[in-house]
């Protein structure tokens, strides 16, 4: 689309299964979207990680919600001709005219949800925060000068050959993957309970 100028134009409608189709989370899918300004619109879905092929469900998945609805708040929203959209369709055992009805509902309720649970991190900087904590090692020094392009790969082999193990060690944090997740679920659990 940026090659032929039709970023002008058009812009992107996100789908979630295509994305696990692509081998990509939903999330991955509507932040790449955003960092180059073409989040346009969500078809609003969710695939079965495993199967294969696109079943277009309904959306359900509250962790993934939370996580395209957090890349929206990112993004500023998505208006003002964006939105939600469900290419979803009542499937398998799920085939009755009141399916569709149910589905809309889980939908809609999954990402109002989401947003809540989103909105709910962005107001206390939870993720944000996280974020910059990561990367703060490339606010100076050597991860400075990587973020600038100054360093290529070869100023770093130089840089690391000079460091004894130990201290390479000594540099390395953890991320507390499992924490993070579990503050996660908890931000849902509260938010939701409100
Ligand atoms: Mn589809």
Known sequence: MKEYDLDKDFKLNLEGNHANLAGHTYQHEVRVARD???LGSLDANQGDKLIGWDIDEYPSNLY?????MTEVINNGGIGPRGGLNFDSKPRRTSFEPEDLFYGHIVGMDSFAAGLRVAAAMKEDGYLDDLVANRYASYNEGIGAKIESGEADFKSL???ALDIPQKDLLAATHSDHLEQVKDTINHYIVRTLAK
């Open 157 to 159: 082999e130089e840089y």
């Open 64 to 68: 993934e919600t939370t996580a395209v």
């Open 36 to 38: 180059a300004g073409l």
